[in-house]
């Protein structure tokens, strides 16, 4: 029978995105692996590729769409044998409660992960399909077998596949909180489209009443401002920051730094100070290791390897790509590896594996001329490094005399679920240590 290519949730937030552009057109075979679509998602435009052979039966979704929810259907695509009259009988079915509801139930389809549009394939039985005051309830028989192993109620369960059905990843969701619990839970959580965080502080209709006499241009939030406004407003208001200052005096990084790049020259490689700072936070993870961890609801994950985010600024937003195992690389790996990350996340090409994960994170503003700031932690990440410009300060040497060096203002934003204040003590002179010592970061 056809079978319907649902929109994919092709990144950790992704709730909608846009059906940006359509490289098939009905008529057209398609076959496994072609690129069938470009969808943008909260943090990327990507590629979406057919799992399966056919020919594109009818487009559901035009491109340019904008807000199509993952699961929704977008396509239908036609198998040997079958034409376009077979669709109508897909939607029939799929629409009449009381008919064949158990073969509709068996080529239902879930969220589909890494972009592919394929449904859940089953091998064994699934429980009986459950019902609510004599109405059918429709569910995936692997979210049926899901919930009769976990004891949940299918009735209290809110379907996000297509139609409302419930699919795999909503029985999974519900097992994350009890039952009694999950309706306040979900009313306090802000969504990943930025729904909760919208709503703090005055109504849109107050904002625009206060300044009704002033000329302005409204500028709709895409995708990913709102995802940034509703993780950042939540990681303010649940997680308990703390705040750790440190001078560094760069003035031995600088002229290390010189003399690698002379080395590296023939090789077209230039080290940043931020390679250097990556580095030094990687090793200070090895370094304090019970810094190396996250928060994780009711417990908290140690970490063997160090799995280093870097804020990358882009248009309209921020990418977080994470440098995994970055104790292990050499400066003129991690350089070479940042440079990729950091110019495929200004092109919003980074694929999703990219930017989830790691236990740390760094925002330089450096860069920007920013002397200090206080950076916000992305959860579930237990740090992030605020790094300021390096600036020329008088400083007293050693030896009590007076001199200029260069000295850079770090704050280190710490998750006091996770790390205390000494724990935060000794990361942060770790760090700093590194640093200012740069030749034992090559040991």
């Known amino acids: 029978m056809p079978t319907e290519i649902l929109m994919p949730a092709l990144s950790p937030t992704m709730e909608e995105g846009t059906l940006a552009k359509w490289h098939v057109k009905e008529g057209d075979k398609v076959s496994s692996g072609d690129i069938m679509a470009e969808i943008e998602t909260d943090k990327a435009t990507m590629e979406f590729e057919a799992v399966d052979e056919g020919v594109m039966g009818k487009i559901v979704v035009p491109e340019g769409t904008e807000g199509v929810k993952v699961n929704d259907v977008i396509a239908v695509l036609l198998e040997e044998g079958e034409s376009a009259d077979d669709i109508g009988d897909v939607s029939a079915k799929s629409d009449d409660a009381s008919s064949n509801a158990a073969p509709a139930e068996a080529s239902d389809q879930t969220a ?251 925002s330089n503003l450096g860069m920007f001329g920013i002397d200090n700031f206080d950076a916000i932690i992305n959860p579930p990440h237990a740090a992030i490094l605020a790094v300021g410009a390096g600036v020329k300060k008088p400083i007293v040497g050693a030896d009590g005399e007076l001199a200029v060096g260069t000295v850079m203002s770090t704050t280190l934003s710490v998750d006091h679920r996770v790390i205390d204040g000494a724990l935060g003590a000794n990361l942060l002179n770790a760090i700093k240590d590194n640093l200012e010592n740069p030749m034992t970061m090559l040991a």
């Open 112 to 362: 589909p992960e890494k972009g592919h549009g394929r449904g859940e394939t089953e091998a064994t039985p699934a429980p009986a399909a459950p019902s609510k005051d004599g109405e059918r309830i429709f569910a995936s028989p692997l979210a049926r077998r899901i919930a009769a192993d976990k004891g949940l109620d299918l009735a209290d369960i809110k379907g996000s596949g297509p139609r409302g059905r419930i699919v795999k990843a909503d029985v999974e969701n519900a097992t994350a909180a009890p039952k009694a619990s999950a309706p306040a839970a979900k009313a306090d959580a802000p969504a990943a489209g930025g729904g909760a965080a919208m709503a703090a502080g005055p109504s849109t209709d107050a904002v625009l009443k206060t300044y009704a006499d002033r000329p302005f241009e409204e500028v709709k939030l895409d995708g990913m401002r709102k995802t940034i406004a509703a993780r950042l407003t939540e990681a303010k208001q649940s997680v308990p920051h703390f705040y750790l200052r440190r001078d560094i005096q760069l003035d031995a990084l600088m002229k290390f730094r010189s003399q690698l790049n002379k080395q590296l020259e023939p090789r077209g490689v230039k080290l940043s100070v931020n390679d250097f700072i990556i580095k030094a936070c990687a090793l200070a993870l090895q370094q304090v290791p019970d810094a190396n961890a996250v928060w994780a609801g009711d417990r908290t994950l140690k970490f063997e390897k160090s799995d280093v985010a870097v804020a990358v600024a882009i248009e309209g937003g921020l990418f977080t790509p994470v440098l995994k195992d970055a104790e292990m690389k050499s400066l003129s790996a991690l350089s070479a590896e940042m440079k990729d990350l950091a110019a495929r996340a200004r092109d919003r090409k980074l694929a999703p594996h990219e930017y989830a994960g790691g236990s740390f994170a760094i």
